[in-house]
């Protein structure tokens, strides 16, 4: 489905991805709000999410193995980066660096040039520690850790397959017209969240 109808797929997880923190079931460790404020956290905060959706969209126009490569190297690398946060190990700048990882990854989707699979790995790799710390300083006290992370980096790997299925348009002219222009979108919304964190 992904490959026929790009738009479809894309449709289809972001829904899954809205509907997914509505559900209920939990146990006694407070898993469903640690999962479900985990989940809805990258989703609530549009700098958050444009960002993952242009790893998505950059990996998709780069191709193998950039195509998995960066949606698979920006939510370990975001884990890691939580857990820096739960932690209390402080970070500078962390709104900066969230706002500048859309500027960037939307700008590098904008052009449509091609970098270096280690640059573009090292790049989606810097901009997820920063990330992943905001949602590890935000965890809510009485959520679980476990569940939230969970949460987060499944919401992650959602938005990067959305990214990813909205990129496959680029295999087509005007797609790649539609895609490049996203780009410039999410840059755009980067230099606002910018101008707000500076």
């Known amino acids: ?18 509907a997914a923190p509505l559900a209920q079931a939990h146990d006694a460790h407070g898993f469903a709000g ?13 700098d958050h999410a444009v960002a993952m959706l242009a790893v998505g969209l950059w ?12 949606p698979l190297a920006f939510p370990l690398v975001m884990a890691a980066g939580a857990a820096l946060g739960i932690a209390g190990v402080p970070l500078p700048a962390v709104e900066i660096g969230i706002a500048a990882s859309a500027v960037a990854l939307g ?26 710390h905001a949602h590890g300083t935000e965890l809510p006290q009485a959520a679980s850790p476990f569940g939230y992370g969970l949460g987060f980096v499944l919401s992650t790997v959602l938005l990067h ?38």
Not at 117 to 122: D, K, T
Not at 163 to 186: D, M, N, T, W
Request: charged fraction near 5%; hydrophobic fraction near 65%.
């Open 34 to 46: 640690g999962f479900a404020s985990g989940f809805a956290h990258p989703l609530l905060g549009w």
């Open 59 to 70: 990996g998709a126009l780069l191709g193998a193995p950039a195509l998995w490569l960066l």
């Open 107 to 132: 700008a590098m989707v904008a052009s449509g040039r091609r970098a270096p699979l280690a640059l573009a790995a090292l790049l989606v790799a810097l901009f997820a520690v920063f990330h992943g």
């Open 161 to 198: 397959l959305s990214g990813i299925a909205l990129g496959l348009l680029a295999r087509r002219p005007a797609g790649l017209i539609a895609v490049r222009g996203l780009g410039a979108g999410i840059a755009l919304l980067g230099v606002m969240a910018l101008a707000r964190a500076a």
């Open 1 to 18: 489905m992904t490959t026929r109808h790009p738009l479809r797929a894309a449709a289809l997880l972001l829904t899954l991805a809205l």
